[in-house]
């Protein structure tokens, strides 16, 4: 059964949403990589979309969104590079409206992604998306998930490759952020921050298992959606004193 669905991957996945047909820019661009590889479960795979639709029919979220004025969203479901990620269209919410059918979208995808972890892979694809001439986005950011290294193991054809991926990000001005799952990896939000992340305000939030997933996808998006100044304090960078 995964094997047909691995077969199934190799073509580009992508769900019809609302069609984004105005030559308006975006104040921002955002991307979700969600983690598809071997190393995630249907349950947790499950989990995640779900996660992430609640995100955005949560109260502080919208308020975000709002605030952010227009944004462009979308999602990639990466997995193993050899194949082809799964790919949501863009969706626009404009002053905090239009976010449920992005939800829906994300809690309807069907699962075709298994595999390597191949995270630049799966970045570069959430790339792809950003470089839509549509978009004129002011910001672009990419929010990646995972829950383990980039796998180095020999590929049958060339794919991208993680530092690939992040040179790309630097081209395009492209800001990645991540959320990393270290359930048994103590050091993977080293791991992140110093090959994953990339661009101006980059972080990493980690949590220890799925359970904290919600809270933390909550928390990731505000931050994202935050101005530059705001995202700078919530950095720590500027942390005014408690």
Same mark, same amino acid.
């Given at each position: 059964?995964?094997?047909?669905?691995?077969?199934?991957?190799?073509?580009?996945?992508? +769900?019809?949403?609302?069609?984004?047909?105005? *030559?308006?820019?975006?104040?921002? &661009?955002?991307?979700?990589? !969600?983690?598809? /590889? =071997?190393?995630?479960?249907?349950?947790?795979?499950?989990?995640?979309?779900?996660?992430?639709?609640?995100?955005?029919?949560?109260?502080?979220v919208l308020s975000a969104l709002k605030s952010?004025?227009?944004?462009?969203?979308?999602?990639?479901?990466?997995?193993?590079?050899?194949?082809?990620?799964?790919?949501?269209?863009?969706?626009?919410?404009?002053?905090?409206?239009?976010?449920?059918?992005?939800?829906?979208?994300?809690?309807?995808?069907?699962?075709?992604?298994?595999?390597?972890?191949?995270?630049?892979?799966? +970045?570069?694809?959430?790339?792809?998306?950003? *470089?839509?001439?549509?978009?004129? &986005?002011?910001?672009?950011? !990419?929010?990646? /998930? =995972?829950?383990?290294?980039?796998?180095?193991?020999?590929?049958?054809?060339?794919?991208?490759?993680?530092?690939?991926?992040?040179?790309?990000?630097?081209?395009?001005?492209?800001?990645v952020n991540a959320l990393v799952i270290a359930?048994?990896?103590?050091?993977?939000?080293?791991?992140?921050?110093?090959?994953?992340?990339?661009?101006?305000?980059?972080?990493?939030?980690?949590?220890?298992?799925?359970?904290?997933?919600?809270?933390?996808?909550?928390?990731?998006?505000?931050?994202?959606?935050?101005?530059?100044?705001?995202?700078?304090?919530?950095?720590?960078?500027?942390?005014?004193?408690?």
């Amino acid at each position: 059964m995964r094997k047909t669905l691995l077969c199934m991957a190799s073509a580009s996945f992508l +769900i019809a949403a609302t069609s984004y047909q105005s *030559s308006a820019c975006v104040d921002i &661009a955002l991307v979700l990589a !969600v983690d598809g /590889s =071997g190393s995630i479960s249907d349950e947790e795979y499950a989990f995640q979309k779900y996660a992430i639709a609640g995100a955005f029919r949560d109260r502080d979220v919208l308020s975000a969104l709002k605030s952010a004025n227009t944004v462009a969203v979308s999602a990639v479901f990466w997995g193993d590079g050899e194949f082809a990620a799964q790919r949501l269209d863009w969706f626009i919410i404009s002053g905090g409206k239009g976010a449920e059918p992005f939800a829906r979208a994300t809690e309807n995808n069907q699962r075709i992604v298994f595999g390597n972890t191949d995270i630049g892979s799966g +970045i570069w694809s959430a790339l792809d998306l950003l *470089s839509d001439p549509r978009l004129c &986005a002011t910001r672009s950011v !990419v929010n990646v /998930s =995972g829950d383990g290294k980039e796998t180095t193991a020999p590929k049958r054809r060339q794919v991208a490759s993680l530092a690939q991926a992040r040179l790309r990000a630097e081209h395009m001005g492209a800001t990645v952020n991540a959320l990393v799952i270290a359930d048994d990896m103590g050091d993977l939000a080293s791991y992140y921050t110093k090959r994953v992340i990339v661009g101006a305000n980059a972080f990493v939030m980690d949590v220890r298992t799925y359970a904290d997933y919600s809270t933390a996808i909550k928390k990731k998006l505000i931050r994202e959606l935050s101005s530059q100044t705001v995202a700078t304090l919530l950095s720590g960078k500027n942390r005014p004193p408690d």
